[in-house]
């Protein structure tokens, strides 16, 4: 058996694979106290056992809310002397031009836990001064007294030659052995000074924690005799083992939302579709990724938080949108009378006042059921009872009081304002990148997703619609297809016109060395791996750079005309314009290492004949019209292949719930896959 367990902001979600192709799901509330708890509830509700199982893929939101809350470690930094300040001086942007009050992100690393030795080396790798160990231990004395949990060493241009950094490693570890230590070289060996420094103190910041939290569910899988293998999900759309995740937690940050990402990449590549846009909606936010020619879109520019007020980490990361628009944001009335949704949420606890936990404020949940979109009795397969009176005296207390609504209209008007909160992640992911939604398809999941698919891809004009099978669990379902990664780069600045596809070849073959070695140890062989190569290129005095593949054999990088012209293309097809005529300089190789999965689960949706596709009719409001509309109601898992209807209808199914608008025309394809044809 392979296992897969997805904690969110508010549901924990298990899928399971057997031998045979059999697939077991279970859904409960995420325990934010003890996550665990949760992963307990699933595998019982599953009615599986651990112990036996081969293979357990974890994604978790442990590493990123520890950010957000401001709830890691202690920890201190020590960098080069005469920069100890680079990391709260960061960047001279203002991303809030007219902000007034705008400031700058608060470090978490105080100025007094800053602290440098005396050491140098120059871009180049040669040594300009010799590391003073008596500067360092004293450095190293210092944090001990203030009892630091964590320490950060990021030393100018270690990414050119490390030794250093080495050498200061082992005197902490000597020195200081029960510090988590975390060594900028070991995290990424790229230039740019602030960036390298905050994504080493990210890493050191959440390490204690998340390694402490890794070693329980160690202890979990110890204690129901699993002796299988143990992967985490990574934030660039891989697996790695649970060893390489203690020591660069950092790779964690989003391994919940990219999985699903990863299953929308083979959907599309099921169903032939090179532009899929992926939308994921859960209890707490929404989440948007582009997937181009089967490959989700990465991006090494990230900020934990936002880019406003967020900590850096230029690691590579699946480019994912994310809004504050979920099953459980709270609607409420600001002080000029105007309606919002979210980013506030009411969680897993007490969750919308529908749930009947003590929940009192109006959410996104509580309007669809309102509105006739969700059946009480039906919510999680009937696992749930929701309330509606619950629902409409939240609404009413805080809605239609202040707004002087109806009860349907303020409903209504939560969705609406939903909706295009959602509809911007999307457009973001699309429309600002440069892709046409009418190119694409939108392959919706989460337990929210297929509810609101359908109205987002009319705000668009994204003319299909494709529901996974099992949506409500879509991201533990792309755990289990998700492929051993990980991703590698080195600084190497240098003209074209002045290197060699000998030398790039030379330079990236260290590279490979360490990523075969990793991949090996975690359990992939040699013929299951496969590496991808990129220049990051741009014009001689450009800031910014352009990652451009190059072909698998790295012999070939000796036709760098064709890499050239490659850089040019992709310059033109992001910016609207290149410079055939100009230099071009390299400034980084970059590599990506997968270890394929031997995953044997087929995206197949599950039809059961027992069960009949038709389960009667329910009264719906889909529009601002406010006009009651008689919707058959289908059962998923009794919709066999081939079968055909126009909407409105609605389709249940454990988890969620599928709306289909007036005009909409609905077929499950060969695999079971819901396609929605949007109507004009």
């Given at each position: 058996m392979r296992i897969a367990v997805d904690i969110g902001g508010t549901f924990t979600d298990l899928v399971a694979l057997d031998e045979q192709g059999n697939i077991f799901q279970s859904k409960s509330l995420t325990t934010p106290k003890d996550l665990a708890l949760a992963i307990e509830e699933c595998v019982l509700r599953a009615g599986i056992q651990i112990g036996g199982a081969e293979f357990f893929v974890h994604g978790s939101t442990i590493a990123i809310n520890a950010v957000l809350e401001r709830k890691g470690a202690l920890t201190g930094l020590i960098t080069t002397a005469g920069f100890r300040d680079v990391y709260e001086i960061g960047r001279g942007n203002r991303p809030e031009g007219y902000n007034l009050f705008f400031k700058r992100p608060v470090p978490l690393v105080p100025r007094d836990l800053r602290l440098e030795v005396d050491e140098r080396i120059y871009a180049s790798g040669e040594v300009l001064r010799p590391f003073n160990v008596e500067s360092a231990r004293g450095a190293i004395a210092r944090l001990k007294e203030r009892e630091v949990e964590s320490v950060a060493v990021c030393l100018l241009h270690s990414y050119a030659n490390s030794i250093h950094?080495?050498?200061?490693?082992?005197?902490?570890?000597?020195?200081?052995?029960?510090?988590?230590?975390?060594?900028?070289?070991?995290?990424?060996?790229?230039?740019?000074?602030?960036?390298?420094?905050?994504?080493?103190?990210?890493?050191?910041?959440?390490?204690?924690?998340?390694?402490?939290?890794?070693?329980?569910?160690?202890?979990?899988?110890?204690?129901?005799?699993?002796?299988?293998?143990?992967?985490?999900?990574?934030?660039?759309?891989?697996?790695?083992?649970?060893?390489?995740?203690?020591?660069?937690?950092?790779?964690?940050?989003?391994?919940?939302?990219?999985?699903?990402?990863?299953?929308?990449?083979?959907?599309?590549?099921?169903?032939?579709?090179?532009?899929?846009?992926?939308?994921?909606?859960?209890?707490?936010?929404?989440?948007?990724?582009?997937?181009?020619?089967?490959?989700?879109?990465?991006?090494?520019?990230?900020?934990?938080?936002?880019?406003?007020?967020?900590?850096?980490?230029?690691?590579?990361?699946?480019?994912?949108?994310?809004?504050?628009?979920?099953?459980?944001?709270?609607?409420?009335?600001?002080?000029?009378?105007?309606?919002?949704?979210?980013?506030?949420?009411?969680?897993?606890?007490p969750g919308p006042a529908c749930y009947g936990k003590g929940g009192e404020e109006p959410t996104v949940t509580d309007a669809n059921v309102i509105l006739g979109r969700i059946d009480p009795a039906f919510f999680l397969g009937g696992g749930v009872c929701l309330e509606t009176d619950k629902a409409v005296s939240a609404v009413e207390s805080r809605i239609c009081k202040a707004l002087d609504l109806s009860l349907v209209e303020a409903a209504m008007g939560i969705l609406t304002i939903a909706n295009f909160n959602m509809s911007l992640a999307v457009r973001a992911v699309s429309v600002e990148r440069g892709y046409d939604p009418r190119d694409c398809i939108l392959v919706a999941s989460g337990g929210g997703g297929p509810l609101h698919a359908a109205a987002i891809a009319r705000e668009l004009s994204v003319s299909r619609v494709v529901i996974p099978p099992m949506p409500a669990h879509f991201s533990a379902l792309g755990m289990l297809l998700a492929d051993l990664k990980h991703d590698y780069v080195q600084t190497y600045l240098r003209e074209l016109l002045e290197t060699s596809g000998h030398e790039l070849a030379a330079r990236f073959a260290p590279l490979e060395k360490q990523a075969r070695e990793i991949l090996s140890e975690e359990g992939a062989n040699g013929n299951g791996i496969f590496l991808r190569r990129f220049l990051d290129m741009r014009y001689r005095g450009q800031e910014y750079t352009i990652a451009v593949p190059v072909d698998e054999d790295s012999e070939s990088l000796n036709d760098l005309e064709r890499v050239r012209t490659k850089f040019d293309a992709l310059h033109q097809e992001q910016y609207g314009h290149s410079a055939p005529t100009e230099p071009v300089v390299i400034v980084n190789l970059r590599l990506s290492a997968l270890g394929r999965s031997e995953s044997r689960l087929s995206l197949k949706a599950p039809y059961r004949e027992s069960e009949s596709g038709r389960q009667g009719e329910r009264s719906v409001i889909f529009d601002a019209g406010l006009r009651l509309v008689l919707c058959p109601i289908f059962l998923r898992a009794g919709l066999e292949p081939g079968a055909e209807f126009d909407g409105p209808a609605i389709i249940e199914e454990i988890g969620s719930t599928i709306l289909v608008y007036p005009g909409d025309r609905v077929h499950v394809n060969e695999m079971g896959h819901i396609v929605i044809d949007v109507g004009k």
């Open positions: 950094e080495e050498n200061l490693g082992a005197l902490l570890w000597r020195d200081f052995p029960e510090a988590y230590v975390s060594l900028s070289h070991e995290i990424l060996r790229e230039f740019r000074e602030y960036e390298r420094t905050s994504t080493t103190v990210l890493n050191a910041y959440i390490g204690p924690i998340v390694s402490r939290y890794l070693i329980s569910l160690e202890k979990l899988l110890a204690s129901s005799r699993f002796h299988g293998a143990f992967r985490i999900m990574q934030s660039n759309g891989g697996a790695m083992a649970v060893e390489t995740a203690k020591k660069i937690p950092v790779t964690m940050m989003e391994s919940g939302p990219v999985a699903g990402v990863i299953g929308a990449a083979k959907i599309g590549e099921i169903l032939n579709c090179r532009q899929v846009i992926s939308f994921d909606m859960g209890g707490t936010t929404a989440k948007a990724s582009f997937v181009r020619d089967f490959h989700p879109e990465v991006t090494s520019s990230y900020y934990i938080g936002g880019y406003v007020s967020g900590h850096p980490m230029m690691l590579p990361v699946v480019d994912i949108v994310e809004v504050g628009a979920g099953g459980g944001s709270i609607a409420w009335v600001d002080q000029a009378g105007g309606m919002k949704v979210g980013p506030q949420s009411a969680g897993a606890d």
